[in-house]
């Protein structure tokens, strides 16, 4: 069986740099092997460097144009909106006319698109036999125009969500549609995201460490995060919060699109007029007004190669977003045997079993989440036998090779003869 797995325009696909879709489609092409022949296409980086012995073949797509229409947008926003070329933004038409052409070069079996729906019509021309398969690893499909959808999932044999939480709410936005639907999650390499051997116990360390990890942006709910931490920086002098993640904050168009709930919806107070975010400003302040300067770090982007040892460093992993269709750190947290403390909302509901492997905490409530925290630093024991449990549960359903399994099961379902409508669930307990 031959499959091509479509990155999206701007991943960055090959270690050591590697954004976190990037490193999803490569880690799953990874392990997907046995009974595929196997074509990666991606954009062209320059200084990418791509491994020789990968058991896969890679199609490059040079983007210069969709690159220069980007610095535009970004560079000068209030020109590219009197141009209107903000309407642009997310077009990547070279990138996608290039892949066009590998696709009828390449004569693939199945096609895995990564999130980008708005091309699957372009993606199976009326000629092509090939099956498809579209991943979300968010919510576009039930918050975008929906005759506008519906017309492009038309040619989708299968939609595959990376959580049970993005699966059904497709569903409720399009019961009729007749391909298979089945939740494929992510990954983290459990040989890798592993407890420190090496680990002091909590009361031979003279600091505890709580770490966030992701991107510092509005809808991961840090100014939450930061409220929260006042109240455990009052309890614990030995306590202090790291954040490890680029400065990255979402474009406000894109941000509105994640989720209809309100209270995303709501951090447009963090954007000005003309769209520049002003989130870490915020935050700065924030700090500024609880006193916790020294207490409070920004770790800046940490490498992916180096995350295990900051990790390792942490006491509580914690994810406060209003927003998350899946939440890898809490996942990589787990798989460290770190016990987790996560929002009620999308698909950290399912990764995390409360009580067991962490603790779930309602969306911008930093007195919830204060307390969550509390609890864990004032009984160790709990909170050992819950990162226990995660290290367990990760090996058991958030290994890449799960991941890979899961998705071989939906190719085995779409090869030649009727579309059946298959539902399929991660078992979360």
């Known amino acids: 069986m031959k499959l091509v797995y ?8 090959f270690p050591p740099v590697q954004n976190s879709i990037g490193l999803i489609v490569y880690n799953t092409a990874l392990r ?5 022949q196997i074509t990666l296409y991606g954009k062209h980086y320059r200084d990418d460097t791509v491994p020789a012995d990968l058991p896969f073949a890679v199609r490059r797509a040079p983007a210069r144009r969709d690159r220069a229409l980007q610095r535009v947008i970004h560079q000068f926003p209030r020109l590219a909106r009197w141009l209107r070329l903000d309407r642009k933004a997310d077009d990547h038409s070279q990138y996608r006319n290039k892949v066009r052409r590998y696709l009828a070069v390449d004569q693939p079996d199945i096609v895995h698109v990564m999130n980008y729906w708005a091309w699957c019509r372009e993606l199976k021309a009326a000629n092509s036999s ?7 690893q968010c919510e576009w499909l039930s918050q975008r125009d929906h005759a506008q959808v519906a017309r492009q999932l038309k040619v989708v044999d299968a939609v595959v969500a990376v959580s049970d939480h993005i699966a059904t709410t497709f569903r ?13 999650g992510n990954g983290v390499d459990v040989s890798y995201f592993r407890p420190s051997e090496q680990r002091a116990s909590a009361s031979a360390r003279t600091r505890r460490v709580i770490l966030f990890v992701g991107r510092v942006s509005p809808e991961k709910g840090l100014h939450t995060l ?5 109240e455990v920086a009052a309890r614990f002098a030995d306590v202090e919060l790291r954040i490890a993640g680029p400065h990255s904050p979402l474009p406000l168009d894109f941000l509105t699109s994640l989720s209809s709930d309100p209270r995303v919806t709501a951090l447009s107070r963090f954007y000005d007029r003309w769209g ?13 007004r609880h006193g ?28 406060p977003s209003l927003s998350e269709s899946f939440g890898i750190s809490v996942v990589e947290g787990m798989a460290c045997g770190i016990p987790v403390v996560g929002t009620r909302v999308g ?10 492997t962490g603790m779930l905490v309602e969306v911008d409530a930093p007195g919830e989440l204060a307390q969550a925290l509390i609890t864990m630093l004032e009984d160790t024991v709990r909170a050992s036998e819950m990162g226990s449990e995660g290290r367990k549960r990760a090996v058991e359903l958030y290994s890449w090779e799960a991941r890979a399994e899961r998705l071989k099961s939906v190719y085995q379902k779409l090869r030649p003869g009727k579309r059946v409508h298959v539902s399929t669930k991660i078992v979360s307990h």
């Open 130 to 136: 090939h099956r498809l398969v579209l991943e979300m």
């Open 276 to 288: 520049n975010c002003q989130y870490r400003e915020h935050l700065e302040e924030l700090i500024e």
């Open 172 to 184: 409720s936005a399009f019961p009729d549609y007749p391909g298979v639907v089945a939740t494929v």
């Open 226 to 230: 930061i409220e929260a931490f006042s």
């Open 347 to 356: 698909g950290m509901c399912e990764s995390i079993l409360a009580g067991r």
């Open 32 to 36: 997907l092997g046995e009974g595929l």
């Open 292 to 319: 916790l300067r020294d207490r409070v770090h920004f770790m800046g982007n940490v490498p992916h190669k180096d995350l295990v040892a900051t990790y390792h460093e942490a006491d509580i992993v914690v994810n």
């Open 6 to 13: 479509v990155g999206q325009p701007y991943d960055r696909l």
